[in-house]
Structure formats: C-alpha cells, structure tokens
C-alpha cells in the first residue's frame, strides 16, 4: 500500500510516501506564511520523483486533522480532501493528539498513563489522556480544553506528559514525567493511518474536519444559531 502523508498542523509542514518496496521519503518546509505556496508544489515533487501522479495515485491519503496551527489545519485539509476526491482514494485523519501519543508510547518506561499537552494560549490547555493497555494505548479522555489547575487534579501517578505544554505540567513527585517529543511529522500520521486503514478504519471525507483548540467566532456563532434552532423545533 502507498500512502501519501501530510502534515501542516504544526511549526513546520511536511509530507511524506510510504511504499512498500522502499524507504519513506519526507519533504518538509516553513509552515508558516507560505504554506499555502509550498504545499502543492512539495507534494507533485514527490509524486514525480517516485513515478506517481494522477493516472497512478497512492493507495491512501493522510492527513493531521490538529489542533494546532488554524490556517496550516485549513490548508492541509482543503489539499488532502481535494487529493482524495480527485483520485477517487479513501482519505484518513489523524489527530495531533494521536500522533503525539502514539510516539510516546515508543519512549514511555513503566508509566501507565499518557497525556497529550498542547498550549491553546489564553492560559489554557488542550489535553487528551490515554491509558496503556496490553494492546497499545486506549484514550480514556478525549482531547478537550482545560484550565492548567483542573487538568492537573484529574492527574493521576505514572504518567507520562508530551506536548508543548508538558513541562508546566511534570511533578516528578507524584510520578508525573515530561518527555520532550517532536511535532508528528508526516510520516507518523501515514504510518498511523495506513496502520488504521489495515485494522477496518473508514472515513467520510465530506464530514472530516480540522480540530481546532477552540471554535472561531464565525463557528462559535453558527452552533449558537444551531442550538437556537434547535430548541424552538422542540416547543
């Protein structure tokens, strides 16, 4: 299976081929200001060096759905839906929080818990925690904001914290350890996608969209109309 990764969510944008008869290849470059000029041109580059393009498309296509940068999330997906639509190839999104975990899972020792940190700014943080089990990590609390004080009350002993928020989190006193891991690169999310895509996991790219660490006002003010709406249909 080749799958075709990108990742835009983070400081850096990056894409990536898996193939399996040869190494993964990886482009990256400034995510910042000029993603939106970079991005299509690195991806038909890496088309054309391994002899794909649009009348031989890869198998899959991956993409990091965020939280993280809103306009990097913006243009990763546009381009990966547009991708997926145009080759008819099924489209998988990968949460930063999943990919985070995912790889600290390679470095934990005996803790027994991982939480995924990431700064929202506004003195918050988006978290996700997850559980080790005997088969991989389990997410045992989706990712969701919190205040730094109530997030660490619901901390428990041997956890291991990644993300950019971790060490304002570590209390090496109660077993809570910070490991400094890089932003997932693209292909992290191609692996974990084509490990999900193997297991029986579908997507409908139509519904797929960017997690972000708190709506914009223009989203924020359509779930208010939503919920308006939704509440005089049930007078």
């Not at 609390?141 to 570590?170: F, I, N, R």
């Not at 996991?201 to 223009?218: G, H, K, S, T, V």
Request: proline content about 7%; hydrophobic content about 40%.
């Amino acid at each position: 299976m080749i799958v075709l990764g990108i990742e835009t969510a983070g400081p850096r944008g990056s894409v990536a081929l898996l193939r399996p008869d040869s190494a993964p290849v990886e482009v990256s470059f400034a995510a910042r200001g000029t993603l939106g000029a970079e991005l299509a041109p690195a991806i038909q580059r890496l088309l054309e060096d391994n002899g794909l393009g649009p009348d031989t498309p890869p198998d899959l296509v991956a993409v990091d759905t965020g939280p993280g940068s809103y306009t990097g999330l913006r243009i990763g997906l546009a381009a990966a839906k547009g991708l997926a639509f145009a080759w008819g190839r099924p489209l998988l999104g990968i949460p930063t929080v999943d990919a985070l975990s995912a790889q600290a899972i390679e470095w934990a020792g005996e803790e027994r818990h991982v939480l995924c940190a990431l700064d929202a700014s506004r003195g918050e943080v988006y978290a996700a925690i997850y559980t080790r089990e005997p088969e991989g990590l389990r997410l045992s609390s989706p990712g969701s904001l919190y205040e730094p004080q109530q997030l660490d009350a619901q901390l428990q002993a041997q956890t291991l914290v990644v993300g950019d928020a971790a060490e304002s989190l570590a209390d090496a006193a109660r077993g809570i350890v910070a490991a400094e891991l890089a932003w997932p690169s693209a292909i992290r999310i191609a692996h974990l996608a084509q490990r999900r895509y193997l297991d029986g996991a579908r997507e409908d790219a139509l519904d797929m969209a960017p997690i972000y660490y708190r709506p914009n006002e223009a989203e924020e003010q359509r779930r208010k109309r939503n919920m308006k709406q939704k509440g005089k249909k049930k007078r």
